[in-house]
């Protein structure tokens, strides 16, 4: 029987490099995946079987420093640690290519390359590749580029592989239990057990080695667990396990007993809301349409501008849940290859407060307009392209808001 030809998966924000790319590995029997950004390169690792990474380092166009891609290095390693990537650099050299090995890839190759030598750092790197997985299903993904999901990241980064207890807390559908996951899947323990705190029983509580223990909603714990569940944080360390807790509440307003709040919480990372990190918004709704159109096979979808604006004009009182469930209902109920404000029936959630403030959608356009200025390096016919206006919509706009 013939084995499938490996998936590689190409990043680049330069579509004439991805072409070349194509053409290259295509002619060489390799099944192609290409991506224009980290974030649907993430998308694409979280679900779909990839074999290699090949990643750019810098997708802004004022760009050169090679943080994009190093952050992006560190989001797939994260979701995926023995996942293969390699390097393709110009404008940020060695240096930063010796940088992306310490943090965790493979090899690098520095643009323009040689067909010939690419395409053996692509067989060797394959041929080594670590095979050692977890599971069979795709472990969960935290997708955020804001400032403040990238210090929740970077500490779960520090504690990954130690048995400190930690706890989450945020507001309901920050995803509090999805950053635990992810915290486990990171650790590499071997087996994961998710308990309500509210049904915790002496059975939950068994030395089973190598396990990472969730308890969700810490702050339903019924008294008579407390000396069990106390018990337990101090048996664990000794066979590789950890307790990851959940909350709702704020740290100070659990109301657990004051001992069993610090064993549980070495670690307080909290979970933003989503208002409080809009430029995420965009990104995660791109997620969900990949991932929904992925899993119910639907024909590939796209945002349009105005409905971009309109995603990040939202309160989103229930966070990133309430996102997700528009994505996919806009999804199902629409047939439109780029989905409009009109097909996303913002205002007919139930729940939904009619009291957002006034000019907020206005505010989005205009940091939506900046955003694609900046990208673009003020080019006004390329930031139009992106948002899809053209170029004289796009200069009344910018009159509109003092641009």
Same mark, same amino acid.
């Not at 810098?58 to 290095?73: A, I, M, V």
């Not at 690098?108 to 069979?136: I, Q």
């Given at each position: 029987?013939t084995k499938?030809a ?10 004439d490099?991805?072409k ?12 192609y995946?290409e991506?224009?950004?980290?974030v649907s ?8 079987p990839?074999?290699?990474?090949l ?8 760009? $050169?420093s ?6 992006c /290095?560190g989001d797939?390693?994260?979701?995926a ?7 393709v650099?110009?404008h940020?050299?060695?240096q930063?290519a010796?940088?992306?090995? !310490? ?8 643009k323009p390359?040689?067909?010939d030598?690419?395409?053996a ?5 394959? =041929?080594?590749r670590? $095979? ?18 990238r210090?929740?990241?970077a500490a ?7 048995t400190i207890?930690v ?10 239990s999805?950053a635990?996951?992810?915290? #486990? ?10 308990v309500e705190?509210?049904?915790l029983?002496p ?5 089973t *080695? ?8 810490i702050?339903?714990? *019924?008294?008579?667990?407390?000396? =069990? ?9 000794r066979?590789?396990c950890?307790?990851l807790s959940?909350?709702t509440? *704020? ?8 001992? /069993?709040?610090y ?5 307080d990372? =909290?979970?933003?809301p989503?208002?409080?990190?809009v ?5 995660l ?9 992925? /899993? #119910?096979?639907f ?8 409905? !971009?604006a309109?995603l990040?004009?939202e %309160?989103? %009182?229930?966070?990133? #849940?309430?996102?997700k469930?528009?994505?996919?209902r %806009?999804?199902?109920?629409?047939d439109n290859?780029?989905?409009t $404000? ?8 139930p729940?939904?407060? $009619?009291?957002?403030p ?5 505010q989005?356009?205009k ?6 200025l ?7 016919? %390329? ?5 899809? /206006?053209?170029r004289?919509?796009?200069?009344r706009?910018m =009159?509109?808001h003092?641009?």
């Amino acid at each position: 029987m013939t084995k499938p030809a490996p998936t590689l998966l190409f990043v680049d924000d330069d579509p004439d490099v991805r072409k070349t790319a194509e053409l290259l590995f295509r002619r060489a029997g390799y099944t192609y995946l290409e991506a224009a950004s980290p974030v649907s390169a993430l998308s694409l690792v979280a679900t779909t079987p990839v074999d290699l990474v090949l990643l750019d380092l810098n997708f802004s166009k004022s760009q $050169t420093s090679g943080q994009e891609g190093l952050d992006c /290095l560190g989001d797939m390693l994260r979701h995926a640690p023995s996942l293969s990537v390699i390097v393709v650099t110009g404008h940020s050299g060695l240096q930063i290519a010796v940088q992306a090995l !310490r943090a965790g890839a493979r090899d690098f190759v520095m643009k323009p390359w040689n067909n010939d030598r690419l395409l053996a750092t692509v067989e060797a790197t394959l =041929a080594a590749r670590r $095979t050692d997985t977890l599971v069979a299903a795709r472990p969960p993904v935290l997708i955020g580029l804001s400032e403040p999901m990238r210090r929740i990241m970077a500490a779960m980064d520090r504690c990954a592989a130690l048995t400190i207890p930690v706890l989450f807390t945020g507001e309901t559908g920050t995803g509090k239990s999805l950053a635990a996951t992810v915290l #486990h899947h990171q650790s590499r323990r071997s087996t994961l057990s998710v308990v309500e705190c509210a049904t915790l029983s002496p059975d939950d509580l068994d030395d089973t *080695p190598n396990r990472t223990l969730i308890l969700e909603n810490i702050d339903r714990l *019924p008294d008579k667990s407390i000396p =069990a569940l106390l018990g337990y944080l101090h048996r664990a360390p000794r066979s590789n396990c950890r307790v990851l807790s959940t909350s709702t509440r *704020p740290r100070a307003e659990i109301g657990l007993d004051r001992g /069993l709040l610090y064993a549980l919480s070495t670690m307080d990372i =909290a979970l933003v809301p989503l208002r409080e990190r809009v430029e995420d918004i965009v990104p995660l709704a791109e997620h969900f349409i990949l991932t929904t159109c992925q /899993l #119910h096979g639907f024909s590939p979808r796209t945002l349009s501008a105005e409905a !971009r604006a309109s995603l990040q004009a939202e %309160a989103w %009182a229930d966070n990133v #849940h309430a996102l997700k469930q528009v994505i996919e209902r %806009a999804l199902i109920l629409s047939d439109n290859p780029t989905l409009t $404000t009109a097909d996303l029936h913002l205002h007919d959630r139930p729940g939904l407060s $009619t009291d957002l403030p006034k000019g907020n959608l206005a505010q989005s356009e205009k940091r939506l307009i900046e955003d694609a200025l900046n990208r673009h390096n003020f080019n006004v016919s %390329a930031a139009a392209a992106d948002l899809g /206006l053209t170029r004289p919509s796009l200069y009344r706009r910018m =009159a509109k808001h003092g641009l």
